[in-house]
């Protein structure tokens, strides 16, 4: 299965600022994807990333908010733009392996707006 | 899209209890996995079945796609099995769909 580094693990940010949350796959990829957890719930889907096209966002998910970058086959990043304290959430990337061993996640960057 | 729904939503075990939760989902899939999410927020991958049974030391998982349920067990629970354990499947195209999760407890 294909292994994700993903960082940074956690952050606290002030309210109107952007971070930007990296994923680099150990492997070449054509999806990405991003995930949101708010507290207490189950994973959400943002987008999926491809490269060398833009974004497909879910509903209720906008590009202004959460742009994505994907610059090749292993590497992404999400930033989360002029964030509000409802933005505090676990943010996951998840790669489909090749095969049937299903989808890997990155360990989650843990993210708290104040 | 798919639906995914799991039960219990909560569950209290004494350590060395057994246990089985249970994951439906509302149309054919292609892929069916079983998440462990530890106190850190980090997923761990369970078990890929998007049909049949698969056994890994305590835990074991049984997919029945015909009739859209999966099921995970857990034998001789442990204090470190605590944690949330999540259902996701994937029907058509390329969305993997979480269900609600079972938030478990093992007490000593």
């Known amino acids: 299965s294909a292994v994700i580094s993903q960082k940074p693990s956690r952050d606290i940010c002030q309210r109107g600022t952007s971070l930007t949350i990296q994923c680099q796959v150990d492997?070449?990829?054509?999806?990405m994807f991003w995930y949101r957890q708010q507290p207490g719930q189950s994973l959400t889907l943002i987008a999926t990333?491809?490269?060398?096209?833009?974004?497909?966002?879910e509903s209720g998910f906008v590009i202004d908010k959460f742009p994505i970058s994907r610059p090749n086959l292993t590497f992404s990043t999400l930033t989360v733009s002029n964030m509000s304290p409802e933005d505090s959430s676990i943010y996951l990337c998840?790669?489909?392996?090749?095969?049937?061993?299903?989808?890997?996640f990155g360990s989650g960057t843990r993210l708290t707006v104040v | 899209g798919i639906q995914v729904e799991q039960s219990p939503p909560d569950l209290i075990l004494q350590e060395g209890a057994n246990s089985t939760l249970r994951c439906n989902f509302s149309?054919?899939?292609?892929?069916l996995q079983w998440f462990h999410q530890n106190p850190w927020g980090q997923l761990i991958n369970l078990f890929y079945?998007?049909?049949g049974t698969k056994q890994n030391g305590r835990l074991s998982a049984t997919t029945v796609a015909t009739e859209r349920y999966s099921l995970l067990y857990i034998s001789s629970s442990q204090t470190t099995d605590s944690g949330v354990y999540f259902c996701?499947?994937?029907?058509?195209?390329?969305?993997?769909?979480f269900g609600t999760g079972t938030q478990l407890k093992v007490e000593l």
């Open positions: 996701a499947a994937r029907g058509g195209g390329n969305k993997l769909t």
């Open positions: 079945i998007p049909s």
């Open positions: 990333a491809n490269q060398g096209s833009e974004a497909t966002y």
């Open positions: 149309d054919s899939v292609n892929n």
């Open positions: 492997s070449q990829v054509t999806m």
């Open positions: 998840s790669v489909n392996n090749r095969g049937s061993a299903g989808y890997t």
